[in-house]
């Protein structure tokens, strides 16, 4: 038998086969999607088959850095970048499921482009949209982008929504589980209308939010919440929550905190049933003292990690914190970023007088100290929590630099209540 004859006709049948041009639509799709966007267009070199085949896919990423070279100035930089979407979006035809725009790096001037850009998606059926721009100034979210009917996930920097005249929203989001708005200003007192057109919302995050008005959050999906920012009032109904992160900016001399009117007993007695909790800025000097005695309704049987800003050398900041761990007896999980301001009261014995008959940290695997000096209250907070801790792991101290060594010393010599537990100097 004539094997070479056979080997030569099967390797002149794949090469007459034009594999590449043959491949099904949907797998093409995938490849070029998979491509930086100008590498995509420069497939239409390839065969007369995948000439026009950039011009329908359905996920776009355009990211600056792919545009600039050692040699542009800053303008030729965002020319190119500009004028190479415009051409893409003109010419695109078909539907446009993920949309995505990274400027990092660069400062573009896109907000005028932004409007039109978003006219386009907001008739092509997108589902995914991240606009992280890096521009000279912040642009309005446009009105079109309420009519994206289809979307499921949003990721927005750089913008400003304005919630005194929402457009209609009588469609709403329904398919949208997550909305991610960084550095971004709210204006008005109607997000919570936003948020109640987002039914199936599971994952909120406002970071870097400048706010001025009341921010009401209703939802029965969300599970996950994070808000950081600069804000005056906030007020949740999300029975589902499991993930509660907030950070407060201190904005010192300023009118913002005359106008603060953030409810911090009603804030803690909405998120009882949260897995874990981080309150970080200056929301303890929001609580009234009778939150200490009144404001709790239940335990946060639920809380298993906690992470807090607090100064153990103010009275009320350390009644506080006693009282959210007496009611949070699955605790796993202590973080403590320790401030120093000026003390209310004196503490010192603060810790040493604790109620030793109420069950502390009886599920305490892990405590993290952060920013450790060594003063007296925190001497007694770490001393409390090593006596009381019978399956304590570790205790990690952050702040070696402040500590001098026979304060070192009284640590390691702490006794604790289980004897697994270790100390971690850091």
Not at 128 to 150: G, W
Not at 180 to 206: A, I, M, R, Y
Not at 383 to 394: G, H, N, Q, S, T
């Amino acid at each position: 038998m004539d094997h070479g004859c056979s080997s030569t006709k099967i390797c002149k049948y794949v090469a007459e086969e034009d594999i590449i041009s043959n491949l099904p639509e949907g797998l093409k799709d995938k490849i070029l999607c998979c491509l930086p966007i100008k590498e995509a267009v420069g497939t239409c070199l390839l065969s007369r088959n995948w000439r026009y085949t950039w011009t329908s896919m359905t996920e776009l990423m355009f990211r600056g850095d792919d545009f600039g070279s050692e040699n542009d100035n800053a303008n030729d930089y965002e020319y190119k970048f500009l004028k190479f979407t415009d051409m893409f979006l003109s010419l695109h035809n078909g539907p446009i499921l993920k949309f995505g725009l990274d400027t990092r790096g660069i400062e573009i001037s896109t907000a005028g482009h932004i409007y039109r850009w978003m006219l386009i998606l907001s008739r092509n059926r997108i589902k995914e949209l991240q606009l992280r721009t890096y521009t000279h100034e912040s642009y309005n979210i446009p009105s079109c982008f309420f009519s994206c009917d289809d979307l499921e996930y949003v990721h927005l920097r750089d913008c400003i929504l304005t919630t005194l005249h929402l457009p209609g929203l009588s469609k709403g989001f329904k398919q949208l589980h997550t909305l991610h708005l960084e550095c971004f200003s709210l204006e008005g007192n109607h997000f919570g209308d936003l948020v109640g057109s987002c039914p199936n919302l599971e994952k909120l995050t406002l970071y870097w939010l400048i706010s001025s008005g009341n921010i009401n959050i209703h939802s029965t999906k969300l599970k996950i919440l994070s808000v950081h920012g600069l804000f005056n009032h906030l007020n949740l109904h999300t029975p589902n929550l499991t993930s509660a992160h907030i950070k407060r900016k201190r904005v010192t001399g300023d009118a913002w905190e005359a106008k603060c009117n953030f409810n911090f007993s009603q804030f803690i007695a909405s998120i009882s049933d949260v897995e874990n909790i981080l309150l970080h800025g200056p929301l303890f000097e929001c609580a009234e003292h009778d939150f200490l005695i009144l404001k709790l309704p239940k335990l946060f049987n639920r809380l298993t990690e906690i992470s807090l800003d607090l100064d153990l050398g103010n009275l009320k900041e350390a009644n506080l914190a006693v009282c959210l761990f007496q009611h949070a007896p699955n605790l796993q999980l202590i973080n403590l970023r320790l401030t120093s301001k000026k003390p209310m009261v004196p503490t010192a014995h603060f810790w040493e007088s604790a109620d030793r008959h109420v069950c502390l940290f009886q599920n305490l695997h892990v405590v993290c100290m952060i920013n450790f000096t060594g003063s007296r209250a925190e001497l007694g907070l770490l001393k409390l929590i090593l006596e009381e801790a019978p399956v304590l792991r570790k205790a990690e101290i952050e702040g070696y630099g402040n500590l001098r060594k026979d304060d070192l010393k009284n640590l390691l010599k702490m006794r604790r209540a289980s004897k697994d537990a270790e100390i971690v100097i850091l």
